[in-house]
């Protein structure tokens, strides 16, 4: 035996006080020559372990609320339950626990994930078994993918978007596994399509108004015609030359005001002016740049076109001189109920309206949207089409019915809706999964809420941890 010294041990607190455990240890000299270690100090089981200063008890629970809360959230639950720690420690030690052991993974599920979105991708590997994340790498090449299934050739069955990346790399590292395309990015894909489609018959989403009769056609006044001149125009514009003709004779504007009798600053507003106009737009305050093409507004907003930059291009090419801001304030008051547009028809529904009309379940859809989207496809044989594709299409999903797809996706082609057509190309290049997505029971739904969970983890941690620690809270956390 060398010698004995004190060995002081931080344990869990009791009753929220911190408690140091002074524990004397001996310390012996190995008389094997040969031996590296001159001394060595005894270990007590279950208490301390070499160059430990937390007993196992204390250091599993700092470990566990390092892998809940990372650092300055660990941090403060630690002194709330009476243990004095820094971040910096809770973070080695969420470090230095073992990865979790390699396991047999039939069906795999695969996604990406946003370290800063739109700039740096991430890619996490989940066992669609046990819904547990497998694996999390940089990036979201394909060829990285491809190598770790080279490792793992008992995959059978891989689920994931449609993105062609992932589709290559599955191809590459695990050519004997079925690809699957989830089920939730087929609809979701399909939906966008449909908002275009609806985008572009977006003029014939109004309700039609009543035919006008042969007279009020006749007395309705064109488009775009500039009102009559009012009275205080023509009394302006002849005020202004009877000033100008008096004062080129040399009268002076006092006496230019008792000949007319004008005021004198009215007098002088004239005579500076080098222009009739330039008085009429300082003074007829009453005259809106807008009115000559109110009528074209009054129709294009029946027509159900209320965006009000659209609306102010649309004059701008008929010869409107004026701002954007004064064709907001006209539609302002149609919007707000204070003034109504000729021929007054109920508001047409918007796109987003109709999309979900038509991508909802006919069940599930209210009477009055129902009754709304029924006079719809009536009077649109384009909106009926389409209507008709996307319900055989949620029958195929919902149904399991891949082998159906083919014929779907040659009568969409045949049909003249350019937005639904190029979806199904689109499908054309995937075949396979979707396929497959449409047949098989397997989805990445369990995909999805790993991606939530990890992406409430990162934020977590406000962007100061790296890869490694991230990847250590994603796999171990339960």
Known sequence: MHGRYIRKLRDVAVGGLGVVIELQVRRFRCENSACPAVTFVEQVPGLTVPHGRYTPLLRGVLTQIGLALAGRAGVRMAA?????????????????????PARVVEVLGVDDFA??????????????????????FDGREGEDLAAWLRQH??????CRDRSGGYGEGARGGAPQAKQVADRFHLW???????????????????????????????????????????????????????VH??????LSKAAIGRKLGLHQATVRKLVNARAVDEVIARTLQRAHVVDPYTGYLHRRWNEGIRNATQLYR????????????????????????????????PKPPSVREVTSWIMTNPEHLHDKD?????????????????????????????????????????????DGLAPLASFARNLRRDIDAVRNGLTLPHSSGAVEGNIN?????????????????LRKRVLLTR
């Open 370 to 414: 129902a009754d709304k989207l029924h006079r719809l496809r009536e009077r649109d044989s384009d909106l009926d089409r389409l209507t008709g594709h996307v319900r055989t299409f949620a029958a195929m999903l919902t149904g399991r019915h891949g082998d159906r797809l083919d014929g779907w996706i040659t009568t969409v082609e045949q």
């Open 153 to 158: 050739p008992e995959v059978k069955v891989i």
């Open 314 to 345: 649309e004059i701008k090419e008929l010869g409107y001189p004026g701002g954007e801001l004064a064709v907001q304030r006209h539609l302002r008051r149609y919007r707000t109920g204070r003034g109504h547009a000729p021929a007054p028809g």
């Open 80 to 100: 709330a339950i009476g243990v004095t720690v820094g971040r910096d420690t809770l973070l080695r030690l969420v470090r230095a626990l073992p990865d979790p």
């Open 453 to 469: 969970r990890l992406k409430m983890i990162k934020r977590q941690m406000f962007g100061r941890a790296s890869l490694d620690l």
């Open 245 to 250: 003709e008096l004062w080129e004779k040399g």
């Open 188 to 242: 979701r894909n399909l939906g966008q399509a449909v908002e275009k489609t609806v985008n572009g018959r977006r003029s014939c989403l109004a309700e039609p108004t009543p035919e006008s009769s042969p007279a009020e056609v006749e007395a309705e006044p064109a488009v775009v015609q500039p009102p009559r001149e009012l009275k205080i125009v023509n009394r302006m514009r002849q005020q202004h030359a009877a």
């Open 115 to 136: 370290f800063r979105k739109g700039r740096h991708y991430g890619t996490v590997l989940i066992d669609m078994a046990s819904h547990r994340p497998l694996h999390l």
